[in-house]
């Protein structure tokens, strides 16, 4: 069996098998017997390969389980990590919008996994970081006038964009915007140009489609351009691909 374990691509297979058990209908009367295979296969990972699997799978799969299905989007993910939880009517179906379900959990210990599950990492790998940033720039980030900028007003992960940031050899500027009436706001303002936007693109590659270059400068991106960003672009596509397959996240 270690000749499987040390095979990289059995891990991720065994967790699609196990999703699409979930799939196969059963009879009415057989439903409540339906093993929870997603669980199974994960316990058997977590004792065969500890250092494979760790919470973040366990709660990614639970993500993935509760698209497949249909239930309570982070049900199965928050049950996966040990946390129970309760559903409750969210709000009441009306002539605009479909019923509302949701869930909760009021036990101490339960809120105290999920801090652990979300809190911020003791060492993060280049890989963590830039999926961070592809992240936070889908959630917080624009892209106007030529200008790339992230905002958020927590402290906390500005500070874990400039860190981030850092690492890949980014320039930027704090822009902090005081407002009356709500909190304080805190501006990343990327430096370098029309360049470093690509470079940052090109990098991190966020999932909004809207603030693609191309869209906003038909005719900047020349080959010329690209020939100049070409050698950076590679090297940092390969850096991220070694760190995803070698870092832990």
């Known amino acids: 069996m270690s000749r499987l374990r040390d095979n990289p691509w059995v891990l991720p297979a065994s967790l ?13 009367l057989l439903q409540p017997l339906r093993p929870y295979w997603l669980a199974l296969v994960l316990a058997y990972w977590v004792i065969e390969a500890p250092e494979r699997v760790g919470l973040g799978i366990a709660f990614a799969s639970g993500v993935v389980a509760d698209l497949l299905y249909g239930g309570v989007l982070g049900e199965q993910a928050l049950r996966l ?8 009517e969210f709000s009441v179906a009306s002539a605009k919008r479909k019923p509302m379900q949701a869930i909760r959990t009021h036990a101490r210990e339960n809120v105290d996994r ?11 790998s280049r890989s963590w970081r830039s999926g961070f940033l592809a992240g936070i720039f889908d959630a917080e980030g624009s892209y106007s006038d030529g200008i790339l900028r992230i905002s958020n007003t927590d402290a906390g992960i500005i500070g874990w964009i400039e860190e981030s940031l850092r690492i890949f050899g980014f320039r930027f500027v704090i822009e902090h915007i005081h407002r009356d009436v709500t ?22 590659d966020p999932a909004i489609s809207r603030i693609s270059l191309l869209q906003a400068y038909p005719d900047c991106y020349s080959p010329a351009l690209a020939a100049a960003n070409a050698a950076d672009i590679a090297v940092h596509r390969i850096m991220r691909s070694i760190n995803t397959k070698t870092q832990p996240d």
């Open 16 to 28: 699609v098998v196990a999703l699409l058990l979930g799939l196969l209908p059963l009879p009415a």
């Open 81 to 88: 990590v040990r946390v129970e939880t309760r559903r409750f």
């Open 114 to 124: 999920v801090r652990e599950v979300i809190a911020w990492p003791v060492a993060a």
């Open 183 to 204: 909190k304080p706001i805190d501006v990343v303002r990327l430096l370098g140009g029309l360049r470093e936007s690509l470079r940052f693109f090109h990098s991190f």
